[in-house]
């Protein structure tokens, strides 16, 4: 007998958030204040299930939720460079790639065949060269590093903004260690920029810098995201060679008082902020396709959310929207969880960072691309619908077609061991959070479309 629960959407509270402009867009008020809290939790849960789920030893309680605990790809640590010649090295540059994802075997949605779509993620990531890259500007009594990796987008004359991308002071390690402790709190830095694409070309009203050559070219198939990792305020207990982090430069011998020897030589970084890019590109394909052949949404994530109009009703619109609707990428994922998103920071204690690898930094991409795929997997709130009342009236409400009718009465296969007390993994109570369970019904019989059994359907009460 399997072991699948169907989970039964009501028709009222089935939906999404509206997030990038499609119907019901929100104000900015409202995005504020409702969706960007909301969604900075989403994230974190998503997080937490990635570093609870995806390892070699997951909690089988907790991650036995989905139909597949986690979501695979082919991975490439010695990828080569994705931005021309401005890389830091050819050839130790990663790539992430999830293949073709079905919606039914991989993403448990409960469709039938000519709904069948695939999904593809691909992630190509690179620390990138500073040379000739950037400038040293002093303003009163500091130094600020300029990085220029493509001018401002804020629609103000260069002269007004300057035409760099990225500035960071320049502090120098802190100074608490040449008293022989260290002061609590000290930790790394990230910045961001992004650029977006749009029927193969730059999307200027969407993004926040003008990409330079090297760069702007991955924008005919994908988005771009710039982060600027800075760490001269922490200091290092041995040199690091990762390409990202790394911390050549001799930052003193301090009394340690921990330390065996009591005095110990530590290292600070060699950037004072140090840039990597990422290149995104998504496809959603007809299940038709072969090798994806067929595939009308691939791009960027407009070129995906460009679908999203309660006025295109055909299937492709549809699945298109059901898929995207939980999905975060790396630029949310970074904007919601800061530093907490670097796998560095599990050897980092009041400013002093452990030994790290010489691969650090993909240590990092790696996670961020997972949490991406997490959010694609929880997909329970798109059927069921938010207890919050806030996020509930800002819900996309799907039209009553069939195909809608399809994602939400019936759209999510759950793989679990039927124990109610925790049947989310991202919230130990989400049944009781977000709704009630009016009855469990056991049912030996095909599924709707008979490609599975159903053993447990969840009717759910208003």
Same mark, same amino acid.
């Given at each position: 007998?399997s072991n699948?629960?169907?989970?039964?959407g009501r !028709?009222?509270?089935c939906?999404?958030l509206d997030s990038?402009?499609?119907? $019901?867009?929100?104000?900015?008020?409202?995005?504020s204040?409702?969706y960007?809290p909301y969604?900075?939790?989403?994230i974190?849960?998503?997080?937490?299930y990635?570093?609870?789920c995806?390892t070699?030893?997951?909690d089988s309680?907790r991650c036995g939720f989905?139909?597949?605990?986690?979501i695979?790809s082919a991975?490439s640590?010695?990828?080569?460079c994705?931005?021309? $010649?401005?890389?830091?090295t050819?050839?130790?540059n990663?790539?992430l790639?999830?293949g073709?994802?079905s919606?039914?075997?991989?993403l448990g =949605?409960?469709v039938?065949?000519?709904?069948?779509y695939t999904?593809r993620l691909?992630t190509k990531?690179?620390?990138l060269?500073t040379n000739d890259?950037?400038r040293?500007y $002093?303003?009163?009594n500091d130094?600020?590093?300029?990085?220029?990796y !493509?001018?401002?987008n804020l629609?103000l004359?260069?002269?007004?903004?300057g035409?760099?991308?990225y500035?960071y002071?320049?502090?120098?390690p802190?100074s608490?260690?040449a008293?022989?402790y260290?002061?609590?709190?000290e930790?790394?830095?990230?910045?961001?920029?992004?650029?977006?694409?749009y029927?193969g070309?730059?999307?200027?009203t969407?993004s926040?810098f003008?990409?330079?050559d090297?760069?702007r070219e991955?924008?005919?198939?994908?988005?771009l995201?710039?982060?600027y990792?800075?760490? $001269?305020?922490?200091?290092?207990?041995?040199?690091?060679n990762?390409d990202w982090?790394?911390?050549?430069?001799?930052?003193g011998?301090?009394?340690?008082?921990q330390?065996?020897?009591?005095?110990?030589s530590l290292?600070s970084?060699d950037e004072?902020a140090?840039?990597? =890019?990422? =290149?995104v590109q998504?496809?959603?394909?007809?299940?038709?396709?072969?090798?994806?052949q067929?595939?009308?949404?691939?791009?960027?994530i407009y070129?995906? =959310?460009s679908t999203f109009?309660?006025? #295109? #009703?055909? #299937?492709a619109s549809?699945?298109?929207?059901?898929?995207m609707?939980?999905?975060?990428?790396?630029?949310?994922?970074i904007?919601a969880?800061?530093?907490?998103?670097l796998t560095s920071?599990?050897g980092?204690q009041?400013?002093?960072?452990?030994?790290?690898s010489?691969?650090?930094?993909q240590s990092d991409?790696?996670?961020?691309h997972?949490?991406t795929?997490?959010?694609l997997q929880?997909?329970?709130e798109?059927?069921?619908g938010?207890?919050d009342?806030?996020i509930?009236?800002?819900?996309?409400r799907?039209?009553n077609t069939?195909?809608n009718l399809?994602?939400?009465?019936?759209?999510?296969?759950?793989?679990t061991s039927?124990?109610?007390?925790?049947l989310?993994?991202?919230q130990?109570?989400l049944?009781n959070?977000?709704?009630?369970?009016?009855?469990?019904r056991?049912?030996v019989?095909?599924?709707m479309? !008979?490609?599975r059994?159903?053993?447990?359907?969840?009717?759910?009460l208003s």
């Amino acid at each position: 007998m399997s072991n699948e629960v169907l989970i039964l959407g009501r !028709g009222t509270s089935c939906g999404h958030l509206d997030s990038l402009g499609y119907p $019901n867009a929100v104000s900015w008020n409202i995005t504020s204040s409702i969706y960007e809290p909301y969604l900075a939790k989403k994230i974190a849960s998503y997080a937490n299930y990635v570093q609870t789920c995806y390892t070699d030893v997951p909690d089988s309680e907790r991650c036995g939720f989905f139909i597949k605990r986690q979501i695979q790809s082919a991975i490439s640590r010695n990828a080569s460079c994705p931005f021309g $010649n401005l890389c830091r090295t050819k050839d130790r540059n990663i790539e992430l790639d999830t293949g073709y994802l079905s919606l039914d075997n991989d993403l448990g =949605a409960n469709v039938p065949p000519n709904l069948r779509y695939t999904f593809r993620l691909i992630t190509k990531c690179a620390p990138l060269i500073t040379n000739d890259h950037k400038r040293l500007y $002093n303003f009163s009594n500091d130094a600020y590093m300029r990085y220029y990796y !493509g001018r401002p987008n804020l629609g103000l004359p260069d002269a007004m903004t300057g035409n760099f991308t990225y500035e960071y002071i320049q502090k120098p390690p802190f100074s608490g260690l040449a008293y022989g402790y260290t002061i609590s709190g000290e930790d790394y830095r990230l910045g961001g920029k992004a650029a977006f694409t749009y029927n193969g070309s730059f999307e200027p009203t969407t993004s926040n810098f003008h990409p330079i050559d090297g760069l702007r070219e991955t924008l005919t198939h994908g988005d771009l995201v710039l982060f600027y990792l800075s760490a $001269n305020e922490l200091v290092y207990t041995s040199e690091v060679n990762d390409d990202w982090y790394a911390a050549h430069q001799h930052a003193g011998t301090f009394d340690i008082p921990q330390a065996s020897s009591g005095n110990v030589s530590l290292y600070s970084s060699d950037e004072v902020a140090s840039p990597l =890019a990422c =290149a995104v590109q998504y496809q959603i394909c007809r299940p038709s396709s072969t090798a994806g052949q067929d595939c009308p949404f691939s791009g960027g994530i407009y070129d995906i =959310a460009s679908t999203f109009s309660d006025q #295109e #009703e055909d #299937e492709a619109s549809i699945v298109s929207r059901w898929v995207m609707s939980s999905f975060v990428d790396i630029e949310d994922i970074i904007g919601a969880l800061s530093t907490s998103s670097l796998t560095s920071r599990d050897g980092l204690q009041r400013g002093i960072q452990g030994p790290l690898s010489d691969f650090q930094w993909q240590s990092d991409v790696e996670l961020w691309h997972n949490i991406t795929l997490a959010s694609l997997q929880d997909r329970v709130e798109s059927v069921v619908g938010p207890k919050d009342p806030d996020i509930q009236q800002h819900f996309w409400r799907p039209l009553n077609t069939s195909h809608n009718l399809n994602f939400c009465e019936s759209q999510v296969r759950i793989a679990t061991s039927l124990l109610l007390r925790s049947l989310n993994p991202f919230q130990d109570s989400l049944w009781n959070r977000i709704y009630h369970i009016a009855t469990i019904r056991v049912v030996v019989a095909p599924l709707m479309f !008979g490609y599975r059994i159903l053993v447990s359907s969840l009717a759910v009460l208003s």
